[in-house]
């Protein structure tokens, strides 16, 4: 491919008759930003912020057709979003992106919690997820079906939308459809799986015309082979729906892997590029294809549209950790795009708290309305500021201070900086968590900011503009021990000490990924690994990042022995006493070394010294990243105030 033929991300690309500013996809994904079940100035914010940063196209958060699909408490409902996708497109449009909506049904993999009404399927199969039998839908309900996608274009129409996206992915009703898992119809819509699909397209077209975008979210695996929508059977269908649009989203997923949809770091970055490709030489130039599956990098972007992989790139979870990331390339500044480290433990919010959409590096997103932006510029007062702790509450303190133009000084006590998060960025699926505090370091070198590591600070380094960032400590570790089993503290062991000969028992009562993440790492290295948790299942935090039953997956091929539903009691002649929580049966087991997963404590021994002063981070109260990276970007705005 010459340099003149090649096709750049950043380049303007045409759908439909209309020109999108770049081949940069915001996709379609949950935020409980809404209004009740319409999409307000919080959505308009969130993506106007994407379009500023130079996306070519914003598809919004899908939308229901129906009333009988309402899948989470804040999931939009099409006939009420016409006012909310005006003011999204009004926002957007005028940086030159296309606002599309997403319109689906979840079907059977919905929820019956807040609509209080039967989940509607095409056959007798209750989602392995929610457990509900759901109702077979007769002709009337696929006749509403249809009807509901046409209306909801209109009112798509209505708002100047430039297109609609027709959601048959990993939660849709439409793949359920197409799907032998989960249609077994003996009708004309069993004989022919795609019918649906056909009509629900026919509909969509005749309300919005020629002359706007009409494109698929089209899962092309189910990774079910026994009965699924495999690769062959997707690459046939899509050859015949693709004439009919404009443009396929090519997705993965289903019933039994809907985790795999939008994966953390455990999978691979561009996981889907193969099946792309191969999707893309069935649609045969038809229709445009865009390449979905934790593509991050613009190079890995870049390098799948030279390779012929696919026409455009869904970079999602990259532009909510950066909503700059094209301008960033257009500037040839690509290197100070924020990384995305891909741990779904902020932008993944499909969860019993309801949280809304942000990102552990940048917590301004989702937060648009409500969190200022950090302004480049001379202060009105330059101050000097001393922050004491390197971990990312510190850093990310010390880069807007100096961005704002103060000058600053980072005191760490450690041989290196990083913190807490540096040292977790070990074992498989953890090493990207390294790249936000490399992000954090190269900011603060380009912005001059002083960092001396093997500093310990003492209340005479407190004078001034100073803001600690003193991280945490080890709690006591309280059950009793005779001296015959040694006791490790997680970080510890990340740290890389080494462990006494034996088998190791990880103490995990917090059950998120630090302690699972270990257990999966020693084990790796041949040790004999034992993981003792109070709940029924290992790691039930990673529930929220989608993980928890590929962890339990990992944990059983590493053969890490789950000791769950236990409490540690005592540590006496190289054995742990574990007690269960339910029954109170006690069991010994053999161990050499307990590595202590449990929660910690604020590391407040410098603060005593001088109560009152500013803190941030773990030193507060030990939590994760996000709130870390929060509070120390509210901290450097507080002294600019």
């Known amino acids: 491919m010459t340099v003149a033929e090649r096709r750049l991300l950043t380049e303007t690309i045409e759908l439909a008759g209309r020109q ?10 949950e935020t409980n930003l809404g209004d009740d079940r319409a999409l307000g100035s919080r959505h308009a914010a969130y993506y106007a912020a994407r379009a500023a940063g130079g996306a070519g196209i914003i598809i919004t958060e899908t939308a229901s057709v129906h009333p009988s699909d309402w899948p989470y408490e804040r999931a ?10 005006q003011a999204i497109v009004a926002a957007c449009r005028q940086e030159g992106a296309l606002v599309v909506a997403s319109l689906g049904h979840a079907g059977a993999q919905g929820s019956s919690a807040y609509s209080q009404m039967a989940l509607w399927a095409p056959s007798p199969v209750a989602d392995v997820v929610n457990r509900e039998m759901p109702m077979v839908m007769e002709q009337a309900e696929v006749d509403q079906l249809v009807e509901g996608f046409h209306t909801s274009a209109v009112v798509a129409r209505q708002a100047d939308l430039d297109g609609i996206e027709i959601d048959i992915g990993p939660y849709s009703l439409l793949r359920q459809f197409h799907s032998g898992l989960t249609n077994q119809r003996s009708d004309r819509y069993g004989e022919d799986r795609l019918l649906l699909t056909r009509q629900v397209i026919g509909a969509v077209r005749d309300a919005l015309g020629d002359d706007r975008i009409v494109a698929l979210r089209f899962c092309a695996d189910e990774l079910a082979p ?4 495999t690769p062959e059977m997707a690459a046939e269908a899509l050859a015949s729906l693709a004439p009919l649009v404009d443009m396929v989203t090519v997705v993965r997923g ?5 985790s795999s949809y939008r994966p953390d770091a455990h999978t691979g970055a561009n996981f889907n590029r193969e099946l792309c490709e191969s999707m893309r030489s069935a649609v045969g130039g038809t229709a445009l294809v865009a390449l979905q ?23 999602t979870r990259a532009q909510i ?14 290197e100070r795009i924020r990384p995305c480290v891909r741990c779904n433990q902020a932008c993944r919010v499909r969860d019993n708290r309801n949280p809304i959409v942000s990102c552990i590096g940048e917590p301004r997103s989702g937060h648009e309305t409500t969190e200022d932006e950090p302004e480049e510029g001379a202060p009105r007062t330059r101050r000097p500021v001393r922050i004491v702790g390197s971990g990312v509450a510190g850093l990310e303190c010390a880069r807007v201070l100096a961005l704002m133009g103060h000058t600053v000084e980072v005191l760490e006590a450690a041989p290196v900086p990083g913190g807490t998060l540096r040292r977790a960025a070990r074992g498989h699926g953890r090493e990207n968590l390294g790249a936000l505090v490399d992000w954090l370091l190269d900011e603060c070198g380009r912005l001059g900011v002083t960092i001396r590591c093997g500093v310990t600070a003492t209340a005479d380094d407190l004078g001034g503009d100073v803001i600690l960032a003193t991280g945490s400590r080890p709690q006591p570790h309280r059950h009793p021990n005779d001296g015959t089993v040694a006791v490790v503290d997680a970080l510890s062991v990340l740290d890389g000490d080494e462990l006494p000969f034996g088998p190791v028992l990880v103490h995990d009562p917090v059950g998120g990924p630090v302690g699972i993440g270990i257990a999966e790492w020693l084990a790796g290295e041949g040790i004999e690994v034992a993981l003792a948790a109070p709940d029924p299942i290992a790691g039930t935090l990673l529930s929220l990042t989608g993980d928890l039953a590929d962890a339990n997956t990992r ?9 769950l539903r236990v409490r540690l009691r005592e540590l006496a002649d190289g054995q742990a006493l574990l007690e269960d929580v339910w029954t109170a049966e006690r069991r010994r087991i053999p161990v050499a070394t307990v590595v202590d997963a449990s929660h910690r404590e604020p590391e407040e021994t410098l603060y005593l010294t001088r109560p009152g002063t500013t803190r941030i981070g773990d030193c507060v109260a030990p939590r994760s990243a996000l709130e870390a990276v929060l509070e120390g970007r509210r901290a450097a705005m507080a002294v600019e105030a």
């Open 254 to 258: 289903g019933p039994y892997s809907t």
């Open 555 to 563: 944990l059983q091929q590493a053969g890490v022995k789950r000791e």
């Open 321 to 334: 950790a950066d909503p700059r990331l094209v301008a960033r390339v257009r500037e040839n500044q690509a």
């Open 20 to 29: 999108a500013s770049s081949r940069v996809v915001f996709g379609p994904h």
């Open 76 to 85: 939009p409902r099409a006939d009420g979003c016409g006012p909310g996708w």
């Open 226 to 229: 026994w009965a699924g929508i």
């Open 293 to 315: 599956g934790s593509v991050v990098s613009v190079a890995d972007a870049q390098d799948a549209l030279d390779g012929g992989v696919c026409d455009l790139v869904e970079m």
